[in-house]
T-cell receptor, first 114, second 114 residues
Framework: DAGVIQSPRHEVTEMGQEVTLRCKPI?????LFWYRQTMMRGLELLIYFNNNVPIDDSGMPEDRFSAKMPNASFSTLKIQPSEPRDSAVYFCASTSGRGTDTQYFGPGTRLTVL | GDSVTQMEGPVTLSEEAFLTINCTYT??????LFWYVQYPGEGLQLLLK?????DKGSNKGFEATYRKETTSFHLEKGSVQVSDSAVYFC?????????????FGQGTELSVKP
């Protein structure tokens, strides 16, 4: 299995621009999670989906952030407009959601907003 | 609500030293407990897990025992190596949440010197 796939791996953009991060979960997994990691705030859960439906988006920082999961094999996290304080590593993770199955993390997208 | 508390880092040890990273939790019912490890520049990966009281999870020389009476899941290793340098995250999964959401501690950075 290819694991969780994220793209791009690195993104550098200027303040005010739209940024779209992409994630392909492991095939057969029905829960998907978006996290943000910074030195100051550590690892934060932004939003998660179960069977393509958003279950908890309470971690989404503000209206500039939005996430979609149009089908079981693809999700996006969009920031519009981006700000320097959005600079972080964004991780996607997936799990089958059954029992105590493991959450598998992608390699992350390092976002730098200038 | 549910929460996980880890000892603060960074923890600096010499090679072959004994490692303990403390983790305590607050949760309703009987959660499953996990240790994840994050090597530099990578996503988190599962190190070990335990699903019920008195279970011991083990992997790569690391061990942790699920202690219901003290609500703890401390990570131990008898002899650390330089390659163990990483950030370690303790996490719990409630039996009541939908879709496999994990509650993470803040992470403990371990640095092992030769």
């Amino acid at each position: 299995d290819a694991g969780v796939i994220q793209s791009p791996r690195h993104e550098v953009t200027e303040m005010g621009q739209e940024v779209t991060l992409r994630c392909k979960p492991i095939s057969g997994h029905n829960s998907l999670f978006w996290y943000r990691q910074t030195m100051m705030r550590g690892l934060e859960l932004l939003i998660y989906f179960n069977n393509n439906v958003p279950i908890d988006d309470s971690g989404m920082p503000e209206d500039r952030f939005s996430a979609k999961m149009p089908n079981a094999s693809f999700s996006t996290l969009k920031i519009q407009p981006s700000e320097p304080r959005d600079s972080a590593v964004y991780f996607c993770a997936s799990t089958s959601g059954r029992g105590t199955d493991t959450q598998y993390f992608g390699p992350g997208t390092r976002l730098t907003v200038l | 609500g549910d929460s996980v508390t880890q000892m603060e880092g960074p923890v600096t040890l010499s090679e072959e030293a004994f490692l303990t990273i403390n983790c305590t939790y607050t949760a309703t019912g009987y959660p499953s407990l996990f240790w994840y490890v994050q090597y530099p520049g990578e996503g988190l990966q599962l190190l070990l897990k335990a699903t019920k009281a008195d279970d011991k999870g083990s992997n790569k020389g690391f061990e942790a025992t699920y202690r219901k009476e003290t609500t703890s899941f401390h990570l131990e290793k008898g002899s650390v190596q330089v390659s163990d340098s990483a950030v370690y995250f303790c996490a719990l999964r409630s039996p009541y949440n939908q879709g496999g959401k994990l509650i993470f501690g803040q992470g403990t950075e371990l640095s092992v010197k030769p």
